[in-house]
């Protein structure tokens, strides 16, 4: 942009963002922001939270922190209520908070096992759940759920990761059956590997260096990983009118890792 | 909403080819990559309908021309690729969107309608990418957008070679992805469900059923509604432009929901 007016693509639209502290969803509720929608953050992290709130504020945008865990209803519940006060009103869910241990089924203890599917799905459902009564009574809305490459194709060593992104890209469908009618459009993105703090943890975990690891993460036709950018863009598009025709579609945003 | 001058589109200063570009989501797209900034390269059989959208471009301030091109055809893939080059100096975005439908189970198929439907759909974007490849490389990396279809990822009645087709543009894009990506070329398709195109009214002549019981069919979906080709065009759109910089090898599906589930 080079000083000429242009018009924000989310002007006039509120969007409620979870695990909008860091990686994806901090870049998302970034963009958002720039593109004219009232963002609420929700997450665990309440220093990290309030960082990205100043910096959303700085720049001229509007912006609420609330401090949520989607594994409880009663928060997830209260993240919607609360963002309906501060803003008014719903259009946009990016459901995005996730989390990963690499681990077999014979190495994956029932407690990681209820971590990744009670984050990465549950709270799926239980903050679309919330999310929807108001977005249907307001005539519309969208919902944005962030699954992965790994929700369509299997990956070593990660299964209940898997388990929970597969049913991610299936709860959005199924979700998107149910409510296009209601004006209620549900996709999900499916990322490959993208540049946030949960690529070198995974690194860390599987105990391998750094490089090793990063380079055969690079090894898909673009040669290289995303950028938190890249996939926030992705969520733009499905978040605005760009994609007015398109519901219980996964859009995958890899590099072309899951091409072959 | 201005969006006309070069500094704000989102695809300014590029140049794109776009096949099938008389009418339907071709035409849309035209128009919509032109306000956005880009230069067209517009092709298709349809002579008359192609010159007039590239004249609707012209006359709303944008660069466009109509070249009369059979897509099946090595040479006239040529003649298209050369004409861009001469004229605007750069390829740097492929929409291979020329298609046609016949509507009919293999027994009721002929083998010429086959070899025709095959070739349009399918042929033309090997015919073409071979082509423009080379220019997009020297271009420093660019984008590929071909047209699938749902059909190209799930099967249809009477559909046969159509789904055929489809579900070979799905795959050669994905094949296409792997080879180029090094070069920075993406290759991508979209696979739009039921459009107001002619092709939707050409299907239920086709099949011999009465045009509105057709269309009402068509928009049993979640959105409850056939999609428009400014909607496919804007799928284009983002597949074009660097918004999607990390995306390639995918099947963009704009459907409504078609193909979520049954309503």
Redesign the interface.
Known sequence: MTGVLRMMRLENKVALITGGTSGIGEAVAELLAREGARVAIAGRNESRGHAVMARILQSGGKTIFLRTDVRKAAECQRAVDETLRSFGRLDILFNNAGVFFPHTALECSEEEWDLQIDINLKGTFLMSKYALGPMIAQGGGVIVNNSSGWGIVGGDKAVAYCASKGGVVLLTKAMAVDHGRQGIRVNCICPGDVDTPMLPEDARMRGLDWKTYLAGCENRPLGRIGTVDEIAKAVLFLASDDSSFMTGAALVVDGGGTAD | ???S?K??GRIAEKVALITGAASGIGRATALLFAREGAAVALADVNTDAGRRVADEIAQSGGRAFFEPVDVTRAADCQRLVERAIREFGRIDILFNNAGIIRRATVLDLSEDDWDRVMAVNVKSIYLLSREVIPHIQKAGGGTIINTASGWGLTGGAKAAVYCASKGAVVLLT?AM??D???Q?I?VNCICP?DTDTGMLREEARQLEEENRQFLAEAAK????RV??PE??A??A??LASD????????A??????G?????
């Not at chain 2, 193909?259 to 309503?263: C, E, K, P, R």
């Open positions: 909403m201005q969006l001058g500094d704000v994905k992805a792997i180029h990506g090094p920075k993406r469900g979906r979640p959105l409850g999609g428009t909607e496919i804007q799928a759109l983002y918004a999607s910089s990390f995306v390639t090898g995918t963009l599906v704009v459907d409504g929901g193909l979520a589930g049954s309503v």
